[in-house]
């Protein structure tokens, strides 16, 4: 039955690993937004090869799941390293690359994919007429992009990008099957040590909630704070 | 890797991948309508029930939320006094219904909100009840609005279904391993490969048939206002 005394020691267990989590959470969020945003700035520029190569790339990793993505990266990317490195002649064992590298490589791979979706959306809510105005006034294009465009479409950008931080923090959980300690793979060490397996979930269920909230919660503020300045 | 020799033991195991995907497909629709209907109704203490469950669908990872269905189910019968009869299989289904449910509300919610104003204030006016206004003036709208937004939920049932695995459900995923355990995990890579193209396969399937919705919903629509939404990964 659902045992409460061990909630206790089972949330400063589980709490150990937030940090990592937020950690790991973060780096992928900055990867691909950069790769998102290139991804964007390609197809807004209409580049000719490269567009059909972004187009193609969306619509590969929007239909794989992320758990196959991962394992693709953990069992494909260790031997592609490898023959890289032998093929400069360079001196490296790519197999000892630690698994959490391998996570973030396959969760940036997939994110980048949204990432470019939500820039697309953004830069599509940007009034081209203003960049017009700002050319006629004799502003660069560096100005323009600064002082115009970037404050506009990051303020349009906020809620969906808030979005997948926390679908990049849930999407960490399943790196639990490459040996890669998130809050959720702790929940399960912790339930195996001691047998109370449900009320380590139901830990970390609230740890997750706790995290969405606040995650929304600051979204929110730094949208009405923005808005609030322009 | 013997190709011939592995698909078919993988497509095998298709059925109870489906069967898994339409009891969740089904059940969370209703849960949906039910979760929908609470919030949009402000019943007091239900519709803020309605919100914390849908919040635990959407941030918790599916992962997580199936293993609370798996451990959690027992002890829910078990308070009833009914013997467990619950198998991997099972829990898969309520997990995956409860997450579906929970994510779809959050599809819905928005579609009935975006139908004009002044629909809503005209049904009222002409004396309509809450479920005539429903049936007969918003939902129609609110269908066209929905769909895009369906779509992406279908799919990430599929891509959600492919984690059943790990609480125990003899899916493709989990014949896949066993497959590879087989040949002395020598054709991981390529199994995954194979596993990537079957699931997008089914994803292809379901974004066909939702966008030939799309292509026939705009004629119950007043404007053309479709919600864009974009394709945001959810596990």
Known sequence: MFDFDVLLPDTLSILSAVPLTLALAATIFVLSTIIGSLFAFIEQRRVPVLRQGVVAYKVVFKGVPMVIVIFLAYYGVPPALQFLTTLFGLEYNAHSLPNWILLVIALTACVSAFQAEIVKGALNSFDRGQADAAYSLGYTGGQMFRRILFPQVILAAIPDLANSVMVIMKALSLGFAIEVIDIFAQAQLTAALNYYYLEAFVVAVVIYMVIAYLVTFSADRAEKALRLRM | ?235
Request: glycine share 6%.
């Open chain 2, 1 to 235: 890797m013997n190709l011939s020799e592995m698909l078919p033991e993988l497509i095998l195991a298709l059925p109870l991948t489906l069967a898994i995907m339409f009891v969740a497909l089904i059940a969370g629709f209703f849960l949906a309508v039910l979760a929908t209907t609470f919030r949009i109704r402000r019943v007091p203490v239900i519709s803020q029930l309605a919100d914390l469950y849908v919040s635990y669908a959407r941030s918790v990872p599916v992962v997580l939320q199936l293993f609370v269905a798996f451990y959690g189910l027992p002890v829910l019968v078990a308070l009833f006094e009914i013997s467990d009869f619950f198998s991997p299989n099972v829990a898969a289904m309520l997990g995956l219904s409860l997450y579906h449910g929970g994510y779809l509300s959050e599809v819905m919610r928005p579609a009935y909100l975006a139908v004009d104003r002044g629909q809503h204030d005209a049904a009222d006016s002409l004396g309509y009840g809450f479920r005539q206004k429903i049936f007969r003036v918003v939902g129609p709208q609110a269908v066209h609005i929905a769909l895009p937004g369906y779509g992406n939920a279908l799919i990430y049932l599929i891509h959600n279904v492919a984690l059943v695995m790990y609480i125990g459900a003899a899916d493709v995923m989990a014949t896949a391993h066993l497959v590879m355990q087989r040949h002395y995990n020598q054709y991981q890579f390529e199994t995954y490969l194979l596993l990537a193209v079957i699931y997008s396969l089914l994803c292809l399937v379901a974004w066909l048939i939702v966008r030939f919705f799309e292509r026939r919903s705009p004629m119950y629509a007043s404007a053309e206002r479709q919600v864009k939404m974009p394709l945001m990964a959810n596990v």
